[in-house]
T-cell receptor, first 105, second 113 residues
């Protein structure tokens, strides 16, 4: 089976740094993907990892450890517009429930 | 930047009626997907499509659902006899490869009355 866990909600203030974690269990692994979804909108692609380590991609990097079934998305210098749900997904894609991040001034 | 387009943006249909949701994937992409998201819930995989056939489908994608690529640009999802619980946002996505990032359309909000 497949199982993806991520925190349901997080809060932070503008300018802060947060790390959104994701753990997964899956039969067959082709990659882990991070998407951002604002309320009422489509998911938009942020970053993905196929191999272990940190994948740096501008503001949105992502880290993967396949042996631990773990990934995280570090968000730096938070802005109000970063308030959204952050979705972790594996392979085809099987999505987690998403982490709703609220950024406060 | 190329994008996935979906029509209509909102579809209202009577229960029991057939509905067709349309998508135009990014032109050089070869892998196509449908997802749904019931209000307040997570995005759920329905089906993937490659080389003119279904490559994988979920338990949600039962006999009431079908997909088709009727021409070189469109990719459609048909629900044969809609039920109230089919009310959801339906997203189409496409990618250039099986482990390449998927790009989503803006979705079709389907409301079943």
């Amino acid at each position: 089976g497949q199982n993806i866990d991520q925190p349901t909600e997080m809060t932070a203030t503008e300018g802060a740094i947060v790390q959104i974690n994701c753990t997964y269990q899956t039969s067959g692994f082709n990659g882990l993907f991070w998407y951002q979804q604002h309320a009422g909108e489509a998911p938009t692609f942020l970053s993905y990892n196929v191999l272990d380590g940190l994948e740096e991609k501008g503001r949105f990097s992502s880290f993967l450890s396949r042996s631990k079934g773990y990934s995280y998305l570090p968000l730096k210098e938070l802005q109000m517009k970063d308030s959204a749900s952050y979705l972790c997904a594996v392979t085809k894609l099987i999505f987690g429930t998403g982490t709703r991040l609220q950024v406060f001034p | 930047e190329p994008e996935v387009t979906q029509t209509p943006s909102h579809q209202v249909t009577q229960m029991g009626q057939e509905v067709i949701l349309r998508c135009v994937p990014i032109s050089n992409h070869l892998y196509f997907y449908w997802y749904r998201q019931i209000l307040g819930q997570k995005v759920e995989f329905l089906v993937s499509f490659y080389n003119n056939e279904i490559s994988e489908k979920s338990e949600i994608f039962d006999d009431q659902f079908s997909v088709e690529r009727p021409d070189g640009s469109n990719f459609t999802l048909k629900i044969r006899s809609t039920k109230l619980e089919d009310s959801a946002m339906y997203f189409c996505a496409s990618s250039g490869g099986p482990i390449q990032p998927q790009h989503f359309g803006d979705g079709t909000r389907l409301s079943i009355l």
